[in-house]
T-cell receptor
Framework: ETGVTQTPRHLVMGMTNKKSLKCEQHLGHNAMYWYKQSAKKPLELMFVYNFKEQTENNSVPSRFSPECPNSSHLFLHLHTLQPEDSALYLC????????????FGPGTRLLVL | KQEVTQIPAALSVPEGENLVLNCSFTDSAIYNLQWFRQDPGKGLTSLLLIQSSQREQTSGRLNASLDKSSGRSTLYIAASQPGDSATYLCAVIRLTGGGNKLTFGTGTQLKVEL
């Protein structure tokens, strides 16, 4: 186990629904990340949080809203999504430093109908 | 903009064979390079991290090399086993004020057959 958990593991939602993805890390890290993995495309970085502050927003549409209440928890709030938002959403955490390695959760498989 | 390419996209080999996975990147101004493995339905597991000042790293049957000047990295897997079947991703790492940023390739899907 990597020490990074994500819930739910699978989610099906309609375009008018509002849902949230949750990520929790038990590694004592200070940086957390959201990635999107679509079929046949590379993982795309969405958001980065360092010490609970957002330091990166990779031009993500506003229908995705992240929240980081503390260094151990990261949420991704979803509303009025589109079918093309269907993907695997991965959370990761790391402890900033020279040998920094990001540890990934298992992901949430999202299907937007 | 950094682009990372992995060749081949898919590979099928018999058990016991040695194999090489390739990763190329367009911007050589990288901080580190990392190889991951992803099993179906699961997240990523880090295999090897090579710092920009290093040329290779080894862990068990895995050896990763890095040639920054040519924008290339290879992952060598010796004596492949069915348990090695997975998707292998390479990521180049850039240091920013907000932490390290990873740019991933599309991966090589490896199948090791009995």
């Amino acid at each position: 186990e990597t020490g990074v958990t994500q819930t739910p593991r699978h989610l099906v939602m309609g375009m008018t629904n509002k849902k949230s993805l949750k990520c929790e890390q038990h590694l004592g890290h200070n940086a957390m990340y959201w990635y999107k993995q679509s079929a046949k495309k590379p993982l795309e970085l969405m958001f980065v949080y360092n010490f609970k502050e957002q330091t990166e927003n990779n031009s993500v549409p506003s229908r995705f809203s992240p929240e980081c209440p503390n260094s151990s928890h990261l949420f991704l709030h979803l509303h009025t999504l589109q079918p093309e938002d269907s993907a695997l959403y991965l959370c990761a955490s790391s402890q900033p430093g020279q040998q920094e390695t990001q540890y990934f959760g298992p992901g949430t498989r999202l299907l937007v109908l | 903009k950094q682009e990372v390419t992995q060749i081949p996209a898919a590979l099928s080999v018999p058990e016991g064979e040695n194999l090489v996975l390739n990763c190329s990147f367009t911007d050589s101004a990288i901080y580190n390079l990392q190889w991951f493995r992803q099993d179906p339905g699961k997240g990523l597991t880090s295999l090897l991290l090579i710092q920009s000042s290093q040329r290779e790293q080894t862990s068990g049957r895995l050896n990763a090399s890095l040639d920054k000047s040519s924008g290339r990295s290879t992952l060598y897997i010796a004596a492949s086993q069915p348990g090695d079947s997975a998707t292998y991703l390479c990521a180049v790492i850039r240091l920013t004020g907000g932490g390290n940023k990873l740019t991933f390739g599309t991966g090589t899907q490896l199948k090791v057959e009995l």
